[in-house]
């Protein structure tokens, strides 16, 4: 496929992922406003809404769309000639994506929907369903891996030959996520999620972020199968 065809293919799908989390930002806005906050867990969602992992990924996601978007729309315009700012860019867009858009989206749908099917109580209360919808849900829940499924089909990119990145990203990313889940527990004791009050203070806490952690190592590493599997043969390693 020509290099061109997979900006254009990139510029549709990233528009429209970029639409859905946008117009759901807006909608969820708007759901939380008014007499629905005169219910009280409803009132505790909307002040501890940036405790949510699903809400730190719903911003990583929103932003390397963005990115993306404004790398393709440069490579359209400016070709080989774009600004050197932009080719670096589009270098940490590649990385950010591998090792943290990809492997968290992926992991979030991969975690929510099982615990949800056991016990949604467990993770998404139905008190929540007053505020938000099924469709904003779906967006958080769902819609972010075809979003990222999207990027995968439709960017060649090589693998790695040092995973430092993933060490790096991940190390960063799960230990400010334990750091804000301990501090808003110290702070105002609770949790964001129910599932990780009825795990604290038994061992099972420790192996349920644990257990999400490999899971994360797994999805990244599964990419690389994926893009092989899409592209019909491995692509040459490069370094990053």
Known sequence: MNPKTYVYWRLFGHTIGLALHSGNNIAMHLAMQGDVLKDPELRTLKATQLKYITIWNVAFQTLFL??????????????KNENKYISYVRSYKDIFFSNVVWPLSVTICAVFWPVFII?????FPVYIDKALSLLSNHIMHTAIVPIVLW?????PRSRPNSHRWLVLHATILSST???VLLENYAAHGRWPYPVLKK???TPYFILFYITVIAIYILMYF?????????????IKLHKK
């Open 222 to 234: 599964i990419q690389w199968s994926l893009t092989d599997f899409i592209f019909k043969k491995p």
């Open 151 to 155: 990027e995968l089909c439709f960017q």
């Open 177 to 179: 996520y334990l750091y």
């Open 199 to 201: 795990l604290y203070g």
């Open 119 to 123: 016990d949604r109580e467990l993770i």
């Open 66 to 79: 963005l990115l993306s978007l404004a790398c393709d729309i440069s490579f359209l315009l400016k070709g």
